[in-house]
């Protein structure tokens, strides 16, 4: 040390202030400063600034001063007296660097005004993601050291100056330190001095202890290296074999030009520690102190570090370090629950970066005052930035006052949320119980009615405020009344209770004085050694109306079914069984109304079992929205008498669609399967008579029209007198003759072509028609007639129409007869008119409208239906077969055309035909 260095720290001197710190339980470094307070050498820690935060009990003992003298003083200012040092001083760089160190000078003024000295030694300390966080380590007292080498060297010189207390150990020269060397012979020290050339100058006896080996030979004059080579010898020493001599030279050069560092060896069961120090004069002095203390204190140190570290890994809630807001310590629960998968990657980070905004302010401001405290009720931010309930306890950590503090957190979100179920479900209760159907009334054990819901009040009539403190009977008429009192009365003395836990049905009676049935369950509850009872009651008029409809609706279902025609049949699919009625069982011969399904099939003919098995599967399956079929059953007691039933029903099904229940009727259709057959056997009789006509009539075409086409010819000569003249009144019957030949010869013909087109043999001959020529001939053969009855006939054709591909003929008769018809049913003075037009679609469309008598819906089919005629007394001045319209509509769907018909009674009748446009010539 430099000579100009002075004592710092007087007895006297302004101290650092106390903290006092609340009282608090025992912890892992509250155990560790307890340990390091008993052994000899005191102990030190600082913080990060090399402030000194911890000085062991032990410090007192030694210098009569209180610990907290040196506490919030920096190492420097132990160490370094002169301020102005500079950062060239080895001190100042060890320390800057981080570095350890040993046997740091210091001296400090004692508590009665003597110096004591000191040596000073650390090594610093790191956290677990290497952060630094100050130093530790230990002061060893060398006053009495000091004390003894000076008064050796006084008595080596002794007309050199006195040395006093009021000398710094800065003053001291090489030879003060050998005469305090001298008289050292303590357990703890041991010392030996060589001269310039290696001779022992002087040794200890606890030196000589330590080298047993070579006890003997260190006495004063003895040659170190003698010394050495004696010792190679004695204990065969690796190093020195084959190479004694450099051996020898290399410890000696050692030993005489020693290092400004200390060594620890282990000798004799201890630790010692070397210092070695060339003086003033060019000897070297060796001074071994017993550091196992030391040694064993930091090991301490270490073990009782790492057991806390363990406890708070253990703990289940998280549990953390904090200094100056700064994470120096996170356990893995508090990681887990902060969402961090390692927790040294919270270390080095602000505690409150994972505290809710609401809460930051309070816990950084407000430290001092939580220290103690209860839980707190805080919020934390995970990791993604999920919201989590938490208790927070605040724990002094050390003695740096509130600057480093443990943080101990209980994840209660799940308790909170607990909570707030539970105030949830109170609330949700509450509303239920005013929103549930039924109503519900709690009493006491006197019948004094405590609450009364919604449903109550609509149920009974009363609001709660009218019924809440009354007695409960009032809601019951006579003798349900009396009852209830003295049931209440009964339950009081016995204890023993009728209707509790079980559901009855009474009677209530409204605010109005009504009555109606009423469904009540009753339970009981006790709290706080009272007895209180809640009722649920239910209206259930609308219920007993209910079961009177059903018993009477199963009354009528049951008379039904006896009374019923038809065997009615119910198939429980799951259970494989089916229900048959009386009507059934007397149809099939069982006596048993319940059979297997297996039974029933039996009963179905064989011939047709496969037929009635395919119809029920598919609508088992779904594929049929019900199941019928026609088929022959036996019965059991006379298989010979076998009949036709038809059988339906109907499937009920599950959610998935599958069938779980079948139902359905059986009627007997013997008679009706038969009565079918005889419709079939004559209908088919009809068609062959009624083909054997169209035949007859088709044949008899020539043999019919031969002789009248001879009498119409004979009349036509004798009318045109081609051989004479005839007498007038003869004239007159031939007249007839040809005109009732006529007449016949066109009904035949009608006929006839009715005859072609049922029987298939009408052939059209169709060729290129003019329309306006068509309906200009058709109009001319009708015109005489209509002028007869003041008619007005005409025709409104389309220019430019088109020719059309038709049979001519069949189209000139269908054209006569729809003016014909028109001309017969049209009063005098009435409108006939013909249309002939082409649609966008390319067909053609003729119309005939007239303003005759008209037609209703019902005498428009008879019209069209052949030899049907509209009885009208307009309609009987002329004769007609009722063939015209039907002959007409065949006629237009031969040419693969359509015709319509509109018409009202008394505003006339419109015939539309329409020729397709494949028909149309362009």
């Known amino acids: 040390m430099a000579t100009t260095k002075t004592p710092l720290i007087a007895a006297n001197g302004g101290g650092a202030k106390k903290i006092k710190m609340p009282p608090r339980p025992d912890s892992p470094e509250q155990r560790l400063h307890d340990i390091v307070s008993t052994v000899g050498d005191w102990i030190w820690e600082t913080n990060e600034i090399l402030e000194l935060t911890f000085v062991s009990d032990r410090f007192k003992q030694t210098t009569g001063l209180s610990p907290e003298v040196l506490k919030g003083k920096t190492l420097q200012q132990v160490v370094l007296s002169d301020d102005s040092v500079g950062k060239s001083n080895p001190v100042v760089f060890t320390l800057d660097h981080r570095e350890p160190f040993q046997d740091i000078a210091c001296t400090i003024i004692a508590a009665g005004g003597e110096v004591q000295h000191f040596t000073l030694s650390g090594i610093p300390y790191y956290s677990d993601n290497h952060m630094f966080r100050g130093y530790r380590g230990a002061a060893h007292n060398i006053t009495q050291q000091l004390e003894t080498q000076r008064k050796y060297y006084e008595a080596l010189t002794p007309h050199r100056p006195t040395f006093t207390h009021s000398k710094k150990i800065a003053e001291l020269s090489d030879l003060d330190v050998l005469g305090h060397a001298a008289d050292a012979h303590g357990l703890r020290e041991a010392f030996v001095i060589y001269g310039q050339n290696g001779e022992i100058v002087a040794a200890s006896e606890g030196y000589a202890k330590l080298y047993p080996a070579v006890s003997d030979m260190l006495l004063s004059g003895t040659s170190l290296r003698d010394i050495l080579i004696e010792a190679a010898k004695r204990l065969n020493i690796k190093e020195a074999k084959g190479r004694l001599d450099d051996w020898v030279d290399e410890k000696l050069h050692a030993r005489l030009h020693p290092q400004p560092i200390h060594h620890d060896i282990y000798r004799g069961g201890r630790w010692w520690r070397i210092h070695e120090q060339r003086t003033q004069d060019g000897q070297v002095i060796s001074l071994h102190t017993d550091v196992t203390a030391v040694r064993d204190m930091e090991s301490s140190l270490l073990d009782a570090e790492t057991r806390y570290r363990r406890l708070i890994e253990m703990a289940p809630d998280l549990t953390c370090v904090v200094s100056d807001g700064i994470i120096t310590l996170m356990n893995s629960a508090g990681a887990a629950m902060l969402g961090i998968d390692d927790p040294e990657n919270m270390v080095g980070k602000r505690f409150s970066d994972y505290l809710h905004p609401d809460f930051r302010s309070v816990l950084n401001t407000n430290i001092p005052d939580l220290v103690g405290e209860q839980w707190i009720p805080i919020r934390l931010l995970r990791a993604d930035k999920v919201i989590i309930d938490a208790d927070l306890a605040v724990l002094p950590f050390s003695e740096r006052g509130t600057r480093t503090i443990m943080l101990v957190a209980r994840d209660t979100s799940e308790r909170n949320r607990a909570a707030r179920a539970i105030i949830n479900r109170e609330e949700q209760l509450q509303g239920i119980l005013q929103t549930v159907v039924d109503g519900i009334i709690t009493i006491d054990s006197k019948g004094i009615v405590l609450a009364f819901n919604k449903a109550a009040e609509k149920i009974f009539g009363y609001s709660a405020r009218e019924i809440i403190g009354k007695n409960v009977h009032m809601l019951m008429p006579e003798p349900f009344r009396t009852d209830h009192d003295s049931y209440l009365a009964r339950y009081h003395k016995t204890r023993k209770a009728k209707i509790i836990g079980q559901g009855r049905e009474v009677t209530g009676r409204r605010k109005d004085g009504s009555t109606f049935p009423v469904d009540l369950a009753v339970s009981e509850l006790k709290l706080d050694g009272k007895v209180f009872f809640t009722g649920v009651v239910r209206d259930i008029t609308e219920r007993k109306k209910a079961e009177e409809e059903l018993r009477d609706s199963r ?99 599950d959610r998935a669609g599958w069938a779980y229940r079948m139902a359905g009727s059986v009627g007997d259709i013997t008679d009706k399967i038969e009565f079918e057959s005889e419709l079939i056997r004559a209908k088919e009789r009809a068609e062959i008579a009624n083909r054997v006509k169209t035949e007859f009539l088709a044949n008899m075409s020539h043999e019919l029209r031969t002789p009248l086409n001879a009498i119409i010819g004979f009349s036509d000569v004798m009318l045109s007198k081609l051989f004479g003249d005839l007498q007038p009144r003869y004239s007159d019957y031939v007249g007839n003759i040809r005109d009732s030949g006529a007449h016949l010869l066109a009904v035949i013909n009608d006929i006839l072509d009715v005859s072609r087109i049922e029987a298939g043999r009408m052939e059209l001959r169709p060729e290129r028609v003019n329309l306006v020529q068509l309906v200009d001939a058709a109009i001319r053969l009708v015109r005489d007639r209509a002028h007869e009855q003041r008619l007005s006939l005409t025709r409104k054709v389309a220019k430019d129409m088109p020719d059309i591909l038709v049979d001519n003929q069949r189209m000139k008769q269908v054209l006569l007869n729809l003016l014909s018809n028109a001309v017969k049913f049209t009063p005098e003075d009435g409108k006939v008119q013909v249309k002939v037009s082409k649609t966008r679609s390319g067909e053609v469309l003729i119309v005939v409208q007239d303003s005759g008598i008209g037609m209703n819906e019902q005498e428009i089919k008879t019209a069209l239906t052949p030899f049907g005629q509209v009885d009208s007394k307009l309609a009987r001045r002329f004769e007609g077969t009722g063939l015209g319209l039907p002959l007409t509509k065949s006629f237009i769907e031969l040419h693969a055309g359509t015709m319509s018909i509109k018409s009202k009674r008394g505003e006339g009748t419109t015939v539309s035909i329409l020729i397709p446009s494949d028909r149309v010539l362009d």
């Open 555 to 653: 009354e009528r279902f049951e008379l039904a079914i006896d009374g019923a025609g038809e065997g009615i049949w119910d198939w429980d699919i799951q259970e494989g069984r089916i229900y048959i009625s009386p009507k059934l069982r007397e149809m099939t011969g069982y006596k048993n109304k319940l059979i297997k399904p297996t039974s029933w099939l039996k009963l179905v003919h064989a011939d047709d079992r496969k037929e009635y098995r395919k119809r029920l599967i598919a609508h088992l399956k779904g594929k049929t929205p019900d199941f019928t079929a026609e088929c022959r059953l036996s019965n059991r007691k006379n298989e010979k008498n076998v009949r036709w039933f038809r059988i339906s029903g109907m499937a009920l099904r």
